[in-house]
């Protein structure tokens, strides 16, 4: 069983930039692919980024390409680097772990097999 434990959530102007972290722990060998969704409220959760746990190929979807940036350490540590940040990127953020290979079509949460309990983000215009 993996565990994720994230961190780096908080209030910020727009323009602005947080990190988040996400520490795996457990059974880290199952991993192949880790991610961020995010859900706002009345949202369904949405895909934000994904990463080849192995290779560190990453994939974002179109609102934060160009903003977020997505990696990771030797320690199964994911770090989501934010910057640019806007109102509608307000939404608590969850880190997630899958036992599938890496593939940009792996944007369904369903997918993904593991979740953290969730970081709020919150930016204020």
């Known amino acids: 069983q993996v565990q994720l434990l994230e961190s780096g959530g908080g209030l910020v102007q727009a323009g602005g930039s947080l990190r988040l972290s996400c520490a795996a722990s457990?059974?880290?060998?199952?991993?192949?692919?880790m991610g961020w969704f995010r859900q706002a409220p009345g949202n369904q959760r949405e895909f934000v980024a994904s990463?080849?746990?192995?290779?560190?190929?990453t994939y974002y979807t179109d609102s934060v390409n160009g903003r977020f940036t997505l990696s990771r350490d030797n320690k199964n540590t994911v770090y989501l680097q934010m910057n640019n940040l806007k109102p509608e990127d307000t939404a608590k953020f969850y880190c997630?772990?899958?036992?599938?290979?890496?593939?940009?079509?792996?944007?369904?949460?369903?997918?993904?097999?593991?979740w953290g309990q969730g970081t709020q983000v919150t930016v204020s215009s």
């Open positions: 997630t772990a899958s036992r599938m290979k890496f593939a940009t079509a792996n944007q369904d949460p369903i997918e993904y097999d593991f």
């Open positions: 457990g059974g880290t060998s199952d991993i192949r692919t």
């Open positions: 990463i080849d746990w192995s290779g560190g190929r």
